[in-house]
Structures are given as C-alpha cells and as structure tokens.
C-alpha cells in the first residue's frame, strides 16, 4: 500500500511537471515527462490524457489516438475520451470506428449536443438515412436552435419522399440561418412544386367524392 501510495505521488508530480511544459507549449519535454509517468504509473488516466494531447499538438494524431486508447481503457465511463477518440478516427477516415466511439460517449453522455450534432453530419455523410434521422431529431430536442441539424433533417425527410417534412424543416433552418438557402437551390422549388402539385391533387380527389 506505502508503494503504490508512493508510485501515485510521484505520477501526480510528473503529471504536474508535465502540464506546465505543456502550458508553455514545450511538448517534446511534456512527452519525455509523461514517459516517466507512464513507467511508475502506467493505469493513471491524466498521463494518458496529456499524452494525447502533447501528440495532437505536435500532429501526431496516430499516437494521441494509441493514448485514447489506454484511457479508455482505464476510465471506460470516461465520455470526453470516447468523444476524442471518435473526432480522431474520423480524421483518420477511420469512419466506422468514429462513429462506434460517439455512440458510445453518447451512451455514457446523452446531453452532450456536439456529440449528437457531429453524429449526424457523419450518417448523413455515409448515407446512413435512417440512423441519421433518429440521431437528428434526438439533437433538435437538445438544441432546436441547430440551423445545420435542421437543413441536414430536411435531407433526410427529402430521400424518403416525406416532401412535407421536408419543407418544414429546411424552413426552420433558413429561419435561424438565411445563408443554408444557398445550399437547397437544386431541391428547394422543385420540391415545394411538387407538394404543391400534391395538395392540388388530393383538393381535386376530395371534391369529386
């Protein structure tokens, strides 16, 4: 017990050392810092997370991703690590495993907005409709201010010919933000044409009843 009390002192010293290199934006001897914590403590979660740090800022995102990795490992609940670990698959193009690792700090984290919202721009990226749709609407509840969320729903409603839902929801999104408008110019007339062709026919039917 008197060791490993020890063993943890130690680590939480180099860790302190560590982070003011790091505040000073000396990485390389944050790094070499961090090594000796890793040998006296090596399941302490702030070495590791420092660790990826340190590796991201000197762009070494292989690395800051093999440090999520162990802190995970260590604090499986962590859901900030499992959101970090996520971005950066996702910049690897590691796509599948970026969206298992947001799912998860999304499991462990249901309130977490960003994570919902980032979510749902990589299904709708992958064309993963439905699954984007659910995630979409679950990031409206939290923030029904989201301008993108919105624009990016009325994508989804659109390719399952839900033009109704479709045009409610991209107004919703040029209301908050007039800009997304541009974006709609190859879908936004045709579409409400179209509804407007269904609602005319569907008068006609009602009244020849």
Known sequence: MVGQTTDSNDADALIGEATSLIERKCYNEAMSTLQKGISVDPNNPKVWENMAIC???LGKPKLALQALNNLV?????????????????LLLNETE????????????????VYGWELLGMVLVTEERWEEAIDVLERTIDLNPNSAVTWYNLAVCYLLFD???????SAEVAFSIDPSLKELAEDWWD?????????????????SAS
């Not at 045709?190 to 009602?206: F, G």
Request: glycine share 4%; with cysteine; charged share 30%.
């Open 55 to 57: 590796n991201l800022e």
């Open 73 to 89: 490992r260590i604090q499986p609940q962590c859901h900030t690590g499992w959101a970090d670990k996520g971005f950066l698959h």
């Open 97 to 112: 495993e970026g969206i298992e690792a947001l799912q998860e700090s999304l499991r462990i984290n249901p309130r977490r």
């Open 162 to 168: 839900d033009l109704e839902s479709a045009v409610e």
């Open 190 to 206: 045709l579409v409400q044409d179209d509804l407007e062709d269904v609602n005319y026919s569907s008068m006609i039917e009602s």
